[in-house]
């Protein structure tokens, strides 16, 4: 879309972002500034359901998203979020909107009747790191660096959201994912290698069954660190609360000391561009990363 090409968005954080995960949302709208992306309010968006709501009434689903596409078509914008789980939300009932016409019509016709314009499919939703790497360009991110990683190992976890499955999401998911060891190499770090990067956290499992959840996500953080890793770092909201926020708790169900600390990408570009920590949320990280970054002589 015109608008779009010029580095305008219709920005969704998410729930996690507006209440808990809070650091994400303020470091996404930080970088972003200095980027030269322009993140616009989606005022009136609600919840995108997040899966949940799908599996017990979907035609209220797709009335509820096609509810916030339409208020991005109307403000000339694609979407783009910071949430994984609303990243894969929105994207599959993009997918059937925009290729199952009488779909869509029976939906635009709840819409009508709230009051709501039609969605006419010519939006796409995207995610903050491919807007970086697509739109904006890797040469640009390195521009911005004031501060580079000199070598940090950083372990990517990208989350299983934004990756499956790879058709949906136009080519930009799949088993081998590309963005956030592009981005880590960009700012001047050391992406490691494990064999967790591409699997699930674990969130929705947290209460069905915590202990279950709790060796999950632990041991995705211990075998990041076992490989190396100095810092992990994730796209997803959810991801940053299930490996972060509950990794003291992950130590105990595992009967091992992790010490990983874990961020959003968004924080560790904002380190990498010089953006002040405190802007950043750097005081709301549950595992101190100065250490490692003292040790790169990365200012902290």
């Known amino acids: 879309m015109g608008l779009s090409k010029d580095l305008n968005y219709a920005y969704y954080p998410g729930c996690a972002a507006k209440q ?25 968006a609600t919840c995108c359901g997040a899966g949940n709501l799908q599996e017990h009434d979907l035609a209220a689903a797709l009335a509820i998203n096609a509810r916030i596409f339409s208020q991005a078509e109307e403000m000339g914008m694609d979407i783009v979020t910071i949430c994984n789980t609303c990243l894969q939300t929105f994207t599959f009932a993009n997918e059937r909107l925009k290729n199952e016409p009488e779909l869509r019509e029976d939906i635009n016709n709840i819409l009508k009747q709230a009051g709501v314009r039609p969605y006419e499919g010519t939006i796409d939703v995207k995610h903050l790191v491919w807007v970086m790497v697509d739109d904006l360009g890797v040469d640009k991110i390195k521009q911005h660096v004031t501060n580079p990683l000199n070598g940090l190992k950083v372990a990517p976890f990208y989350g299983c959201h934004s990756m499956r499955p790879y058709e949906v999401f136009n080519g930009r998911g799949g088993e081998v994912p590309p963005y956030l060891d592009t981005i880590i190499g960009a700012l001047g770090g050391e992406s490691v290698n494990y064999h967790g990067k591409d699997k699930c956290c674990g969130f929705h499992y947290m209460l069905l069954n915590e202990k279950e959840f709790l060796n999950m996500s632990g041991g995705h953080s211990l075998e990041a660190k076992q490989q190396g890793a100095e810092v992990m770092v994730s796209p997803c909201t959810l991801c940053d609360m299930a490996l972060g926020a509950y990794q003291s708790r992950s130590e105990k169900a595992i009967g091992q000391k992790i010490g990983l600390p874990e961020m959003s990408i968004s924080q560790l570009v904002g380190a990498a561009f010089g953006i002040d920590k405190k802007s950043l949320g750097f005081n709301r990280l549950h595992q101190d990363p100065r250490p490692a970054f003292r040790k790169h002589n990365i200012a902290a």
């Open 20 to 44: 808990i995960q809070k650091e994400a949302d303020w470091s996404a709208r930080e970088i972003s500034q200095k980027m030269g992306i322009k993140l616009h309010d989606m005022h009136d």
